[in-house]
């Protein structure tokens, strides 16, 4: 345990990861809400409320339910996360084998090993609910005045040890399924792609359909998942400013969901303990190295003579560098898997789940829906709207970050794991072998965006005949070529950019992992914040904020509209840029984060 606690101390991913719920907390939670408090105006107060009104979610009678309330299904992302990169490091790495070589037994090393990582998962904890209490204590002091006595009293002690206890339960369960997913897969980038697929696709599309089919094998599947427990417990402590009292839906009862919980914690403990058992440790990576410390054969010397090598052109350099990337791609399960995820999960958010809001409309939560108007925004017309939109922040799954994500995992696998010095010693010459990475990259992302947008098609297409008989209803039909063209052009462009983006962050931290978790810390901490902040910018801070890539984000994600508002959502106000500036901002962008780590393959020292 103290070889581990090492580790994680002198590695930067895990302090990212596990400051990602403390820093989330202050910034979402507590600076952005008292900013907007202290900004309100009356226009607003039969909207948002009152300052009164807003104040109380922000004293320290409420702090812990909001630091509660991080932990539930959609706050669990850097805890699996953690555990997946923490495990599969290692057999990525080939350090297992010197682990289990110490002596301790491989029982007693996991054991140190899980124990570490609970001692990680209880201090991301900690520091959620005192920065919560300190950032309500300070907001008291500010706002002495206006504090009712009441509302500014912390709550007791026994309350806070539930809330802590509760959120430590739902942290240990997913950063355990966590180091089974980084076992099983032996990759440190493979097992956190999983780990993403599963938090951010499936368990959220499980719940989010199980809230409209409230029977069946489906909702039974939903609250066996360890997320629909973590809403129940989370929920158990009501809605900030609304106090303990106020009600929250809870998918499963409590108890079972307490137990629920600590099964996974069990049935991952097992099963990875089982894997590391019976698997041979000696990893492939170690068989390459003993296989070429072994003297070459000698020749027979009736060999014929190798002839010179032939001369190579910068383009046939490229082409050798981009076919060998587009084969390390295919043989990558993680890289697959990150290819597809933009196109599930515009299948699954926009055409399947909002099937299901359809024909469950003016039923259960979907009271008050306009069914028509749901169906309009599955038909094919609409089919352009519900491609882009996938790409933005307010469509479920954050697009952008997806392909940061491969980009990330392209560049820093070769730098973690050493390959970048085979890749660059086979001749092609530094800048040819990165520009046939970039090549491959930009392959990719057009595969994931021409999936993307083929998917949306088939699937208005398959919506407009069983509806209404045919592929063309009156008043939607395809839109026209030029259209396409441009819908296309715009989500190509957002692709190159943010996997560039990853590319320049792989190389530069050398890690994989490392540009994984600076991914994710800009996803779930940074880029909403922005986004948040920029509804109150003007003069010259709104220029400058208009030439940053999230301008331009907005005009190309919402170029065909959104249609947030047909699923009960209000129109979204997100600060926007001429199409013409987003492509240009967007482009010089995708530029400088190619030279980035040009430069640095060019000129970094690889021995």
């Known amino acids: 345990m103290r070889a581990e606690l090492l580790v994680l101390r002198r590695w930067p991913a895990a302090w990212g990861l596990m400051l990602v719920t403390p820093v989330l ?14 900004t309100l105006t009356p226009t607003d107060y039969s909207t948002y409320g009152t300052p009164a009104q807003n104040l109380q979610s922000l004293l320290p009678s409420q702090f812990n339910i909001i630091a509660v309330s991080q932990f539930s299904i959609y706050g669990t992302t850097p805890f699996i996360v953690l555990g997946a990169a923490m495990a599969g490091g290692d057999w990525g790495r080939g350090t297992i084998t010197t682990a289990l070589l110490q002596g301790p037994g491989r029982a007693r090393t996991f054991a140190g090993q899980a124990l570490a990582l609970a001692v990680a998962m209880a201090a991301s904890v900690l520091a959620t609910f005192a920065v919560a209490a300190a950032a309500s204590i300070v907001i008291r002091l ?5 504090v009712n006595p009441y509302l500014g009293a912390m709550p007791g002690s026994v309350v ?7 959120a430590l339960l739902i942290a240990l369960a997913y950063g355990m399924i966590g180091l089974f997913l980084g076992t099983a897969c032996r990759s440190a980038a493979g097992a956190a792609a999983a780990a993403l697929l599963w938090t951010l696709i499936i368990e959220s599309t499980l719940y989010g359909l199980a809230l409209q089919i409230p029977r069946g094998a489906l909702r039974t599947i939903s609250d066996l998942t360890p997320g629909a427990c973590a809403v129940t417990l989370t929920g158990l402590f009501g809605t900030s400013g609304g106090g303990a009292g106020s009600q929250n839906y809870l998918p499963v009862r409590p108890a079972a969901a307490a137990w629920t919980l600590a099964a996974y914690i069990a049935g991952a403990l097992a099963l990875t303990m089982v894997l ?6 000696v990893t492939e990576r170690s068989r390459r190295l003993r296989l070429r410390r072994r003297p070459a054969a000698r ?18 350099g490229v082409l050798a560098s981009l076919r060998a990337e587009l084969l390390v791609m295919r043989k990558r399960p993680a890289v697959v898997a990150l290819i597809l995820v933009l196109p599930a ?14 024909a469950t409309a003016n039923t259960g939560i979907s009271l008050g829906i306009n069914a028509p108007q749901v169906l309009s925004t599955l038909l094919p017309d609409q089919y352009l709207t519900a491609a882009l939109n996938g790409f933005g922040q307010f469509n479920g799954l954050y697009g952008a970050a997806v392909l940061m994500l491969l980009g990330a995992l392209t560049g820093g696998s070769d730098w973690g794991r050493n390959t970048i010095r085979t890749a660059l010693l086979q001749g092609p010459g530094r800048l040819r072998t990165f520009t046939g990475q970039a090549l491959a990259l930009a392959t990719a992302v057009a595969v994931s965006v021409a999936l993307t947008f083929l998917l949306a098609a088939a699937a208005s297409a398959v919506v407009a005949l069983h509806q209404t008989g045919s592929l063309a209803p009156a008043g939607s039909h395809f839109p026209a070529f030029g259209h396409v063209a441009g819908a296309l052009a715009a989500a190509l462009m957002l692709g190159l950019v943010y996997a560039a983006a990853g590319l320049a962050l792989g190389v530069w931290l050398r890690s994989a992992g490392a540009a994984i978790g600076a991914v994710l810390l800009w996803a779930v901490v940074a880029e909403p914040s922005i986004e948040y902040f920029a509804g109150l910018l003007h003069g010259v801070i709104l220029r400058i904020y208009e030439v940053l890539p999230d301008a331009g984000t907005n005009t190309l994600v919402n170029l065909d509209g959104n249609f947030n508002v047909a699923f009960g959502g209000p129109p979204l106000q997100e600060a926007q840029v001429a199409p013409a500036l987003a492509f240009l901002t967007l482009g010089l962008y ?15 020292d690889v021995s």
């Open 160 to 166: 806070i040890a539930e809330g802590v206890g509760v």
């Open 142 to 146: 500010v706002e002495s005045r206006s």
């Open 590 to 604: 995708a530029a400088a984060f190619l030279a980035i780590p040009a430069l640095i393959t060019r000129r970094r």
């Open 25 to 38: 907390v202050l910034l979402s939670d507590y600076v952005a809400e008292f900013i907007f408090y202290l």
């Open 345 to 358: 999960d515009m299948l699954i958010t926009s055409y399947i789940s909002g099937y299901v809001l359809y």
């Open 299 to 316: 020749s027979s010397g009736t060999s014929r003579a190798a002839g010179p090598p032939r001369p190579q052109t910068a383009v046939t």
């Open 276 to 281: 590391l058992r019976r698997r041979d440790a």
